[in-house]
């Protein structure tokens, strides 16, 4: 099952060759939860790879505090030996069966073997790595010395002879282009569990409400797509019309962005503006120096998806290209792993994308982006120009204290 995990990693260019030779992905002996580990020690970045999970449907990326909020109980089912062999740590309990953080959430026969031992079905989801191997250290002290503490801080110690990472250390910087450097009102955009996930922890949904549960005999993993098929830019997908946008409906969406109340309001009425003349369409807030998804909309977005999507603005990327020139990209997605990931929150269908910087006076402080967009892309920039307004309007307002 890993080595299933790790050609798909190399698919979609989040890992190397080298990277995925060293991890021990063919071999059937290691459980995936260390050949995951071997990935994040020789440079894969543990956010990219949980968000690679999240864009699969396991999701949303949990973080430290909701890891310290497990269930006691739930807990001393698994026995430790498994919880650190399988890098898997039981949280809560729900209708769809228990709440599990796991390293690898795609491996069948690690999802069977903790379904078993809690004693019925499991909701796999995903945290950081090294948030997830301290709770599990916390919640199941070791009795013998880990063979990786900190995945992160030891995959920065040493650099493998062949291996890029695609992100070596997070970001420190903050340039006259980012968020936080003007104004803070619009800097708290941590990621939201989607709404499937929050019905579950909340014990309100049903079993057949959750896609991914152990009781089948086989939970596929999703193919990932590798670079977009060549073709001529101004072709859309053979099974995808963009739609033709009607101006009623603009100005509709237009006048409801002018009434918004909230930040998240004015996102979420911006994407589905979009999808007058695109497949699909998501918010990128740029955030000392990373591009961090918001909100989406469309058949083939999800919330935890776009929310979970984190591409440092230093990285080669269209979106870097967006945010050094300051103008509008239209054309093919881009080939650099954080291209790859940024094309498969939106489903990994689409040929072209537009991406539009939305601007408060002369600073970026996102991006406006439409999945296979029609040739009308002008509406595209209208939208993200009155987003613009909108979140400035909010920012006096909250400044007037009106």
């Not at 798909?8 to 995936?32: F, H, K, M, R």
Request: aromatic share 4%.
């Amino acid at each position: 099952m890993a080595g299933r995990l790790v050609e798909q990693l190399v698919d979609a260019g989040l890992v190397t060759e080298a990277q995925a030779s060293a991890s021990g992905g063919g071999n059937p002996v290691l459980a995936s939860g260390q050949v995951v580990q071997n990935l994040v020690a020789s440079g894969l970045d543990e956010r990219v790879l949980a968000g690679f999970f999240v864009t699969r449907g396991f999701g949303p990326m949990l973080g430290s505090q909701e890891l310290a909020r497990a269930d006691g109980e739930l807990v001393r089912r698994l026995p430790a030996s498994d919880a650190h062999d399988l890098c898997a740590m039981p949280l809560q309990t729900s209708p769809a069966g228990a709440i599990v953080a796991m390293a690898d959430p795609t491996d069948e026969r690690a999802v069977a073997k903790v379904s078993e031992a809690l004693g019925g079905s499991i909701l796999p989801t995903v945290a950081k790595l090294s948030d997830l191997l301290a709770s599990i250290d916390r919640a199941y002290p070791p009795d013998r010395a880990s063979p990786m503490t900190d995945p992160v801080v030891r995959a920065r110690s040493r650099t493998p002879s062949g291996i890029v990472p695609l992100v070596r250390e997070k970001p420190e910087f903050a340039t006259d282009r980012t968020l936080s450097a003007f104004d803070p009102s619009l800097s708290d955009l941590a990621a939201t569990a989607s709404p499937a996930w929050d019905r579950a922890w909340s014990r309100s949904i049903t079993e057949r409400e959750v896609s991914w549960t152990p009781k089948s005999s086989h939970i596929p993993l999703p193919v990932v797509s590798g670079a977009p098929p060549a073709a001529p830019a101004s072709l859309p997908p053979a099974s995808f019309r963009p739609p033709t946008a009607s101006g009623s409906a603009v100005d509709a969406h237009l006048a409801e962005l002018a009434r918004a109340t909230s930040r998240d309001d004015v996102v979420r009425i911006a994407c589905h503006a979009c999808l007058a003349v695109s497949r699909g369409a998501a918010f990128l807030a740029l955030r000392k120096g990373v591009f961090r998804g918001w909100d989406g909309a469309g058949g083939d977005v999800t919330n935890a998806g776009i929310r979970s999507l984190w591409v440092p603005a230093s990285n080669p990327s269209i979106l870097n290209e967006v945010l050094h020139t300051g103008r509008v990209f239209h054309g093919a997605y881009g080939q650099t792993a954080a291209d790859h990931l940024f094309r498969a929150a939106f489903g990994s269908h689409g040929r072209e994308v537009v991406i539009v910087p939305v601007m408060i006076g002369a600073r970026l402080v996102g991006v406006l982006c439409a999945n296979d967009p029609s040739n009308e892309t002008a509406l595209v920039e209208r939208v993200a120009e009155d987003v613009g307004k909108a979140f400035e309007r909010l920012i006096v307002t909250q400044k007037s204290g009106a």
